[in-house]
């Protein structure tokens, strides 16, 4: 047989590039055969297996995609050896691979193993936002309610020291987590960003429209994000200092943390508060004083 009979089977990268083409056009099943033939070819290429669980994923079978993750991170090892220069761009790709596996096993309400899978994350490089939020959604998913908030709270603490490209999901899965959690989202990880004045970032506007903002906060139950913005507020000169110092309180009295509340309507009291808020923060500190005995 002559050489320019010889039909050569496309290389493993080309039969990757057909799949990716396959699944854009919605052709899945085409698109997992063209997977299954680029891993034939060669099993240890982790970027055919991710390709594969993603198919896998679109149709909703959560279990065979993780697999398709422990296939993948067995391959990494090949591809380390001849990437040494890059040990920093290998650990990420790693520690990616691991909190997609984790994010499948969520999808198949098995947060244990997507823990475990988050926990092999970490140990190749530090936590960063996409392995704290899928931590805090297998929490969430167990029902361990503080846990979770601590993990949304340390992963937007990452976006603001870091980068903010997951800050928006981050926000969605605190305001989801207060709904879970009966309305009010406070853990003890938000507590100590709160007191050290860190982590969060600095609020925008104008003194009415940080103050507004933290309305919205309180209402959606996350009462420390309120507490910061009416900081900011007062920061920023509202006129009505008072009031805000009254709303303070409120939420202080949400924490039970009745003497921080109570110097709160106290200070309200004295930042000369127009007459109806007098009579409003009067009452609640009276009464406040009264349930303390």
Not at 11 to 20: G, M, P, S, Y
Not at 259 to 268: F, Q
Request: hydrophobic share 45%.
């Amino acid at each position: 047989m002559s050489c320019a009979t010889v039909r050569r089977l496309p290389e493993t990268a080309e039969l990757i590039t057909q799949a990716e083409e396959l699944a854009l056009l919605g052709k899945l099943d085409e698109a997992l055969r063209m997977y299954d033939a680029a891993i034939a070819a060669d099993h240890t290429n982790p970027l055919a297996w991710v390709g594969k669980a993603s198919i896998l994923k679109a149709q909703g079978r959560y279990t065979d995609a993780a697999g398709c993750f422990d296939a993948a991170l067995a391959g990494i090892p090949a591809w380390s050896e001849e990437a040494t220069t890059e040990r920093d761009r290998m650990a990420a790709f790693t520690s990616m691979l691991s909190v997609l596996k984790a994010e499948a096993l969520l999808y198949a309400e098995k947060p244990d193993e997507a823990l475990a899978a988050v926990d092999a994350a970490d140990e190749v490089r530090d936590a960063d936002a996409a392995s704290l939020v899928v931590r805090g959604q297998a929490f969430v998913q167990k029902k361990e309610y503080e846990k979770a908030g601590d993990c949304f709270y340390r992963a937007e603490e990452w976006c603001n020291t870091h980068e903010d490209t997951m800050l928006t999901q981050v926000w969605h899965c605190k305001v989801q987590l207060a709904k879970e959690s009966g309305g009010v989202l406070a853990p003890p990880y938000a507590a100590e960003m709160y007191a050290a004045g860190v982590g969060f970032r600095p609020p925008k506007g104008t003194p009415e429209e940080i103050l507004e903002r933290g309305n919205n906060l309180r209402s959606a139950g996350l009462l420390y994000d309120a507490l910061r913005y009416y900081d900011a507020a007062i920061a920023a000169g509202h006129q009505n200092k008072a009031l805000i110092l009254f709303l303070k309180g409120v939420v202080f009295e949400q924490f039970r943390r009745s003497d921080d509340a109570l110097e709160a309507y106290s200070d309200a009291l004295k930042a000369d508060p127009a007459p109806e808020d007098e009579f409003r923060i009067r009452m609640r500190w009276a009464g406040l004083r009264a349930n303390r005995g």
